[in-house]
């Protein structure tokens, strides 16, 4: 009898735990309601795909991805994303074939689930994907969000170039009655997409529909001559998104998995903490264009007449002997090892015939000591990992709106005049975001010269 007791025991215990996990195994399915939820990330240059992963990493719902800059992530499997092929992807704009590739599987999913849902990040130029994938599929406006992602201080420039004349209210009302036309267009199947171009008449009209909005790190920087405008402005459903804030507010964990997703922590440290007891100044370049700014001769090009790049640098190497000079190069104009092929050295040099000129610049690094960094790692996320041991300078660029207060030493400017820098940057300039004081380098002549502001001097 205690025999039969129990083996009775044992079963009826058996059977409780498989009802248990049977039951587990219902509630994981629901818990979040993940099959009924997608995050979708479409996004191209540096500033929309961080925005994008900062936003969803950490999400319980399933995330596909798609970025265009193969190289933005050394790892991304640590992100634990669905990862779409990331092939035919344009320097400028956004992948036709992924396009086409989202909106399959979206239809796909409503198809399956009428009450499915989605939140569609995109970077802002790009705004005629949601147009493809959503509205022409007749996707109801009550199942998705569209994100429109800024893309660094393009954004900026181009609400200016729009809407900032005294005239910027009238050339908005046309951009909100040509979008109305356009989405007529798109749900009758016969409009021409032009998704290989920035649009952005498109994406701050589209801005303004309720299930749309702009994440912006600086919103209240957009600014126009024309009053209308300016109060025209509170129609868009802009969203201040700092990418420094986005990353603080993820757990440990999470930061330290983006981290890893992003960079190499092996390759990079040894260049960002170099054992000799100087401190590392970070410069962060432009194409090569942009270095020489706008002088492509087929001097430079060969590599047979010296670069702005190099007067400049041995003059910061002059004016800064105390620290490890450290190149971050432009995502497209790279300065790896001039064996590797030429995606991996950056397409800016081979696409436009300065194979010498790229040759010149790795023998320039290699003999003053200069150390350089993978030029598609985004500059913000080494200012998070190594803020506390560096300081930064360089070209205008969209990164300096993260850097921390008297990070930044200077900048490489065509001009002694802050105004060269893409907006918002002169603005947290002349707000203080930036510091009490910094420099500007600049040519003269065959000269490189240079001027100290201080900002906590009395006017």
């Known amino acids: 009898m205690i025999k039969g007791n129990v083996k009775n025991r044992i ?80 320097s400028t704009g956004i992948s036709s074939q992924a396009i086409d590739e989202i909106s399959n599987m979206v239809l796909d999913l409503y198809m399956q689930n009428e009450k499915v849902t989605f939140d569609f990040y995109v970077t802002d130029y790009a705004v005629e994907a949601a147009f493809k994938i959503f509205v022409e599929q007749n996707i109801p406006e009550a199942n998705y969000n569209v994100h429109l992602l800024e893309d660094g201080v393009g954004s900026y420039i181009s609400f200016e170039e729009l809407y900032g004349s005294e005239t910027g209210s009238t050339a908005f009302e046309e951009d909100l009655a040509n979008l109305e036309n356009v989405l007529k267009e798109v749900k009758a199947g016969t409009y021409n997409y032009t998704v290989d171009q920035y649009n952005y008449d498109l994406t701050y009209a589209y801005a303004t529909y309720d299930n749309v909005d702009y994440w912006l790190q600086y919103p209240e920087f957009l600014e126009s001559e024309d ?22 507010s993820l757990s440990e964990q999470g930061q330290q998995t983006f981290k890893e997703a992003v960079f190499d922590t092996d390759y990079v440290d040894p260049i960002m903490k170099q054992d000799n007891g100087k401190k590392t100044l970070v410069v962060c370049g432009t194409s090569f264009t942009g270095e020489e700014f706008g002088s492509l001769t087929e001097g430079l090009k060969n590599g047979t007449v010296e670069q702005k790049f190099e007067k400049f640098f041995t003059k910061i190497l002059q004016d800064y002997p105390d620290y490890n000079i450290v190149i971050k190069p432009h995502p497209s104009w790279g300065l790896d090892d001039p064996n590797t092929d030429s995606n991996e050295k950056g397409a800016g040099w081979t696409s436009n015939d300065c194979e010498g000129a790229y040759q010149r610049r790795v023998e320039f690094c290699q003999e003053n000591n200069i150390k350089v960094l993978p030029g598609q790692v985004p500059m913000e996320v080494l200012i998070w990992a190594y803020g506390d041991d560096i300081k930064i300078g360089g070209y205008s660029s969209t990164l300096y709106m993260n850097a921390e207060p008297n990070m930044t030493l200077f900048f490489i400017l065509g001009s002694n005049d802050f105004s060269a820098l893409g907006q918002p940057l002169p603005k947290l300039i002349e707000n203080g975001a930036l510091g009490d004081s910094v420099r500007i380098y600049y040519p003269n002549g065959d000269e490189v010269l240079s001027q100290d502001y201080d900002f906590t001097a009395e006017v």
């Open 11 to 90: 079963v009826g215990v058996f059977l409780a735990l498989i009802l248990m996990i049977s039951t587990l195994i219902l509630f994981a399915c629901g818990k979040s309601d993940s099959e009924d939820h997608y995050n979708i990330v479409l996004t191209n240059a540096t500033v929309p795909p961080m925005m994008a992963t900062l936003s969803c990493l950490e999400s319980e719902d399933t995330t596909y991805m798609w970025y265009g800059r193969q190289q933005t992530f050394t790892n991304p499997s640590k992100l634990g994303f669905e990862m779409l092929e990331n092939s035919d992807a344009p």
């Open 227 to 248: 009053q209308a405008m300016t109060e025209a402005k509170g129609q868009l459903n802009t969203v201040k998104s700092s990418l420094t804030q986005m990353f603080n």
